[in-house]
């Protein structure tokens, strides 16, 4: 409970890459005056670390090495998430779509799990979040008070994948990061440890043919429904 009395909730978001989790996940979190955490940015920056030493992300020894000495960072700010690895700010650099494939793979070892999770309940246990990835609901938070699992087909991701990297001056082909998705997706849910899947309470939404703005009118009617309101304990 929060001063006001108020039920400061977990909020657990997952699917696919590219459902629109991160732009939905950050709005929700700004509507609740909530913080957003973005685990798949852990992994990405994991994942760069990793490429950066030259170290086999199917190595567990020397991935545990790489984590035990590894000073990352989550800020958020202005409702984006930067992320510092020591004191470089890696925030761009983790965003290709190759660090989304090495993030894959390294999000495959126990260990690398093992340490992220502990990192993530953290930073999210106390409450007042929405947490953003593929097992937040099944494995790091399967208390959490309101679960979510967006899901958007396979073309209308790529598509808006494909505008997202215009966005930042990289053209790259549709059916080259259609085949990226498809491959991420089954990796995702393939690996046997936290695989991408639904919790069995989750609330299923499928963004295919909703606006952002539908998707968060919908899951603060939801979490409305369920006692979540507005953290405004900050005021006043
Ligand atoms: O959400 P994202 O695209 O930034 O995530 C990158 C990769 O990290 C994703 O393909 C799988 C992994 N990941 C994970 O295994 N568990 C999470 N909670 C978040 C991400």
New binding site residues.
């Given amino acids: 409970m929060n001063r006001a009395g108020r039920m400061r909730a977990i909020i657990t978001i ?1 699917g696919p ?1 590219g459902a629109g ?2 732009t939905i996940s950050r709005q929700l979190a700004e509507r609740l005056n909530y913080t957003y955490l ?7 920056a994991v994942g760069l670390k990793a490429k950066q030493e030259g170290v086999d992300p199917a190595d567990g020894v020397a991935m545990a090495g790489l984590l035990d000495n590894l000073d990352l960072k989550l800020s958020a700010n202005m409702g984006e998430t930067r992320v510092f690895i020591g004191k470089a700010d890696v925030s761009e650099a983790i965003r290709t779509p190759e660090m ?1 494939l090495v ?2 793979r390294v ?1 495959a070892q126990g260990v690398v ?1 093992q340490r992220l999770t502990e990192l993530q309940r953290r930073l999210g246990g106390q409450g007042g979040v929405v947490v ?5 609901g099944t494995v ?1 938070f399967p208390e959490a008070d309101c679960k979510f699992y967006l899901v958007a087909t396979p073309e209308e991701r790529a598509k808006r994948r494909q505008l997202q990297l215009r966005e930042k001056g990289q053209e790259i082909d549709f059916l080259e990061i259609l085949a990226q998705i498809n491959k ?1 997706d089954a ?2 849910s393939a690996r046997a440890l ?1 695989p ?1 899947r639904p919790a069995a309470d989750a609330v299923m939404i499928d963004s295919s043919l909703m606006s952002i703005e539908e998707v968060v009118a919908y899951m603060l009617t939801f979490c409305n429904s369920k006692g979540i309101l507005q953290d405004s304990s900050e005021i006043g």
């Fill in positions: 997952d890459s989790k991160s973005d685990t798949g940015a852990m992994y990405r989304g993030a894959s999000s799990r953003e990835g593929r097992d937040m790091v991420r990796d995702d936290a991408l």
